[in-house]
């Protein structure tokens, strides 16, 4: 069964009735698309955003300032020949069966929330797991000419996580040309009133 939804929008009560807002929704995710659905290991989940147009980020994401180090502004490149990504392609790759995208936050933020449709590997262990991702582990090395689009993320513009997991990736011989860096990261998509789930423990 589908885990508690956290920021799931599939109904808001708009003069006392519930109403479901495929085509009418009134913030749409593109001006042609209202919503998308992923596959997850607990079923498909349908990806929109609030429809409250007086909606506000609560919370740690509402936070504008941390402390700096280790919470300083990431860099547009996490390294060179990857991509950096915003939330539509995000969304095109989480729709791509051929695709992975990871969060590369450690558990405790991945079991709070996290994007639908995206797998957990953490930031420290990922240059061990690029099984997962499609290469082959041989004597000495990884053989990663099979390897998986991926793109990876965190918490946000200031968070260091996924940008250290994708040179690490790169050391372990991964392609930079196969890796999407969503900058943006938990911060942005929720800003943007895009759904969230509950992670996995």
Not at 4 to 22: E, I, K, M, P
Not at 99 to 120: L, Q
Request: hydrophobic fraction near 40%.
């Amino acid at each position: 069964m589908l885990r508690r939804a956290v920021l799931v929008s599939a109904f808001w009560l708009v003069g006392g009735l519930a109403t479901a807002f495929g085509s009418d929704a009134v913030v749409k995710i593109s001006p042609d698309i209202a919503s998308v659905v992923v596959e997850t290991p607990d079923g498909p989940v349908t990806i929109e955003r609030i429809q409250d147009v007086n909606n506000e980020v609560t919370g740690y994401f509402a936070q504008t300032s941390r402390e700096c180090p280790p919470f300083c502004i990431q860099p547009a490149s996490a390294a060179e020949g990857v991509s950096t990504i915003g939330e539509l392609e995000m969304i095109d790759l989480l729709r791509d069966k051929d695709a992975v995208v990871v969060d590369a936050r450690t558990i405790e933020w991945h079991a709070e929330e996290t994007i639908p449709g995206s797998v957990h590997i953490p930031y420290t262990e990922v240059a061990g797991r690029l099984d997962e991702l499609g290469c082959v582990k041989d004597a000495e090395a990884w053989d990663c000419k099979d390897a998986r689009r991926v793109a990876l993320y965190c918490n946000g513009l200031w968070c260091g996580q996924s940008p250290t997991a994708i040179r690490a990736m790169i050391r372990e011989g991964y392609p930079s040309d196969r890796i999407f860096y969503y900058r943006g990261g938990m911060q942005s998509w929720k800003i943007l009133g895009l759904t969230t789930v509950q992670g996995g423990l």
